[in-house]
């Protein structure tokens, strides 16, 4: 985003701030039911101070992004090798076909039940839910992103005497690029949305018990405190890996 527009961004989030801070601190809106500003400034500030249930904010910070990063970090490890691969070989591709095209439909959450049964209520179970809500989309816009490459371009390399390893890390792979970056964007988002739903099984810290747990008991303040801390390293993820991308496709648009 170019500097002028940027200050657009800027103004239209002061803008909701303020209009936000006039409704709940002029009284037409119930802070029981939207607390303003202040209010959560203070709750930030008390739970910096005293965390919350027997531990640190910071512990529960760190603790979903812990469970996000591993999940998000598997189903690249796993899912680009495997959509290339897909790609590439017409079997893989019938193979793997049906029992992609079977899960990938199904909600994440419609496993939480399973997981528990199957695996407990450690930390496994919620890395692994959301390994499986990313690997799809990572596993199929890398093959995709191999369906897409011209025929010419692998036949220019084959006929230069290019390799098949040199043929798919000098050719293969630098093509299917834009395809993977748009996979792990997808994920890197996929991964961070779901730590909520992960931590629904059996979680005793992370930003998702926080919110639920405050909201059983109506404590507001909190709960809308988690969500803003959410949302803000959401945006700093998502920052970063826009960062990456330029920098991994610097090619594009010149």
Not at 24 to 46: I, K, N
Request: with cysteine; net charge positive; proline share 6%.
């Amino acid at each position: 985003m170019t500097t002028p527009y940027r200050w657009y961004s800027i103004a239209s989030g002061a803008a909701l701030l303020a209009l936000w801070s006039v409704l709940t601190l002029s009284g037409l809106v119930d802070e029981r039911s939207l607390p303003s500003p202040v209010t959560l400034a203070q709750t930030f500030a008390d739970l910096l101070a005293r965390g919350y249930s027997g531990s640190p904010l910071w512990s529960h910070i760190g603790i979903s992004v812990f469970r996000a990063l591993s999940g998000f970090s598997l189903a690249i490890l796993i899912g680009v090798p495997l959509g290339l691969l897909i790609g590439r070989h017409k079997v893989l591709e019938a193979v793997f076909a049906p029992i992609i095209g079977f899960f990938r439909p199904i909600p994440p959450i419609a496993f939480i039940t399973l997981f528990v049964f199957y695996f407990g209520i450690g930390e496994g179970p919620k890395i692994g839910l959301i390994f499986m809500a990313c690997l799809w989309y990572v596993v199929l816009n890398s093959a995709e992103g191999v369906r897409n490459i011209p025929d010419l371009i692998i036949r220019a390399g084959e006929n230069i005497g290019l390799t098949r390893p040199q043929l798919f890390f000098k050719v293969v792979l630098p093509a299917a690029l834009p395809a993977i970056m748009t996979a792990i964007r997808a994920a890197s988002s996929i991964s961070w949305t779901l730590v909520v739903a992960s931590e629904l099984i059996g979680a005793q810290a992370g930003l998702g018990f926080m919110i639920l747990d405050s909201a059983q008991y109506f404590n507001l303040p909190v709960t809308y405190v988690g969500i803003i801390i959410i949302g803000l390293i959401g945006l700093v993820w998502e920052l970063a890996i826009s960062a990456v991308q330029r920098r991994v496709l610097h090619w594009q648009g010149k």
